[in-house]
């Protein structure tokens, strides 16, 4: 289960995330007077559902009042039980976290923190207004392990305002310092419709060829650290829970990144939430007046789509690409039994540019990435893509 909090105490220029800036706790109130309404309309249909995991993203769920936590958690885990062993997850924002927070999120049972950085460099911070120190960051880390959490992951950004390839190196020593267990590094999106304060500082964005190579300094200098990459931006330290998943073949994509334990469904709870199952998608209406309001009268998705077999086929592929950089053919199974070959006939032919190009390897038993492809992977799994958005459809580029 996934549960958004959008609210935020100040407002980062790059942010790309569904968020509500405010300091007025009451309304997080009315907006969890909402979320037992959905939670209490999911439970109805579904019967108390155990949980694997439970991801609380937002937004910034450290922006709740400890009252609020308590309640939001309550609120969940009395609808739903959450089973032993599972992955209990938050994304904190260092800037707002205390000792007493972490303690309370550790009391409550999480187990796995992310701590929002992105950047150290003090000219981009400026740019993206979001002053963080290395130390204040170094605290909540050092609190996620005196309170038992298994797991800290960090976010950073590459292809942000005043960075280059020399700044970033820094912060990812910084961030290699902090010892994390995992470690995403984002492309920056620019997507300045759904931001406008991206447009701030549009003139100081990096080139994309010096963006790219952030990515690939990134890729050697946690390489060099021992760290595992994972999918297309993720990083495991050797023996983490991601590492582990990593090398038994389990780990999972999600909206929210990659997760060691794969589940079939995902319940998107709050606005703009996501749930998915294996043939549907459904996404709930995206702002909180309006999320609030549908949580009456149960009209919560703003969209949604049942997936056709040829849907699904392709995802099981587009998946695997994204998540081990490889397709094994025959463990792909295609409507009417087609072999891969005959199915994706279109697709290869796309892929045969891309394999001259060295960035993959195309043989009868499928698809792998080389170490270059993988820097493209969302590339070459839109050769696999039917629904690949046109040129009319904005979106944030891939690389
Ligand atoms: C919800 S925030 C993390 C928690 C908390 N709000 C914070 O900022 O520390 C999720 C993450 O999305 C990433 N993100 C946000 N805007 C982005 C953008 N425009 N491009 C790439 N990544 C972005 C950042 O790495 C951020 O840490
Ligand atoms: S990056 Fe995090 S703290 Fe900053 S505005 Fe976005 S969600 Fe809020």
Redesign the pocket.
């Known amino acids: 289960m996934y549960v958004h909090v959008p609210f ?1 105490h100040a ?2 220029y790059y ?1 790309a ?1 569904n ?1 509500v800036v405010t300091k007025d706790a009451t309304v997080a109130d009315r907006y969890i007077d909402a979320i037992e309404l959905e939670l209490d309309a999911i439970a109805q249909r579904l019967g108390k559902l155990p949980l694997t995991a439970l991801h609380w993203g ?3 769920p450290n922006s709740l009042t400890a009252q609020q936590v308590d309640r939001l958690f309550r609120a969940i885990t009395s609808r739903f039980p959450i089973e032993r062993g599972a992955d209990i997850s938050i994304e904190v ?1 260092p800037r707002q976290a205390s000792r007493d927070q972490i303690a309370h999120f550790g009391a409550l049972g999480f187990n796995r923190l992310s701590a ?1 950085v992105q950047d150290f460099n003090v000219p981009t911070q400026r740019a993206i207004n ?1 002053i963080q120190s290395l130390e204040q960051t170094e605290e909540v880390v050092e609190w996620a392990r005196e309170f038992d959490f298994a797991d800290v992951n960090i976010d950073i950004v590459y292809g942000l305002p005043y960075q280059t390839r020399d700044s970033f190196a820094l912060t990812l020593e910084d961030v290699l310092s902090l010892a994390p267990d995992s470690i995403a590094a984002f492309a920056y999106a620019h997507v300045p419709w759904v931001n406008h304060a991206q447009h701030a500082y549009e003139a100081a964005l990096p080139e994309p060829l010096e963006k790219f190579g952030m990515l690939v300094d990134a890729q050697e200098i946690f390489a060099e650290a021992g760290y595992q990459p994972v999918g297309i931006d993720h990083f495991a330290a050797p023996e983490s829970s991601l590492a582990r998943a990593f090398d038994q073949g389990t780990v999972q994509r999600t909206f929210m990144g990659y997760t060691p334990r794969r589940a079939a469904t995902l319940i998107g709870v709050g606005a703009s939430a996501i749930s998915s199952s294996h043939d549907a998608y459904s996404q709930n209406v995206s702002e909180v007046p309006q999320y609030c309001g549908a949580t009456h009268h149960g009209a919560l998705a703003k969209r949604g789509c049942l997936l056709s077999e040829d849907d699904v086929a392709r995802k099981s592929v587009i998946d695997a690409l994204m998540t081990t950089g490889r397709i094994e053919s025959n463990m792909i199974s295609l409507p009417d039994g087609l072999p891969f070959g005959k199915y994706f006939a279109g697709s290869l032919i796309d892929l045969q540019t891309l394999a001259d190009d060295g960035l993959l390897e195309l043989s009868d038993n499928g698809v792998h990435l080389t170490p270059l492809g993988r820097l493209f992977a969302r590339n070459v799994a839109s050769c696999f893509d039917a629904r690949v958005p046109g040129d009319s459809q904005r979106h944030a580029s891939a690389v």
């Open positions: 935020c407002l980062c942010c995330c968020r937002g937004g910034t924002d929002g979001r």
